[in-house]
Nanobody
């Protein structure tokens, strides 16, 4: 099973971007999905997570501006980012906890750069 992220880019402060991350493979079940971000020299931090049933949690810094959602039929998680700020600049990674062939796995996508200019 692999995760493929897309949707990053360069945007001005106050603008919006939508990230997508699709899981592909055979015979798996996706449990929680989420987005994390990392800037050089710092740890990877949680941005938002969504459970299989749809419950969500967000980092305080993005509450009210970002929205995480998922399409279970497409095995895809989205992150709608509005009112972007320069401090949102980071590499964004999607994450999925899956069950396949009776085992649990913690998968990461390849990362997509988001740059917000002031």
């Amino acid at each position: 099973v692999q995760l493929q992220a897309s949707g990053g880019g360069l945007v001005q402060a106050g603008g919006s971007l939508r990230l997508s991350c699709a899981a592909s493979g055979t015979t798996f079940t996706i449990n929680d999905m989420g987005w994390y971000r990392q800037v050089p020299g710092k740890q990877r931090d949680l941005v938002a997570r969504i459970a299989s049933g749809g419950s969500t949690n967000y980092a305080d810094s993005v509450k009210g501006r970002f929205t995480i959602s998922r399409d279970n039929a497409k095995n895809t998680v989205y992150l709608q980012m509005n009112s972007l700020k320069p401090e949102d600049t980071a590499v964004y990674y999607c994450n999925a906890q899956i069950t396949a062939r009776g085992r649990d796995y913690d998968l990461w996508g390849q990362g997509t750069q988001v740059t917000v200019s002031s």
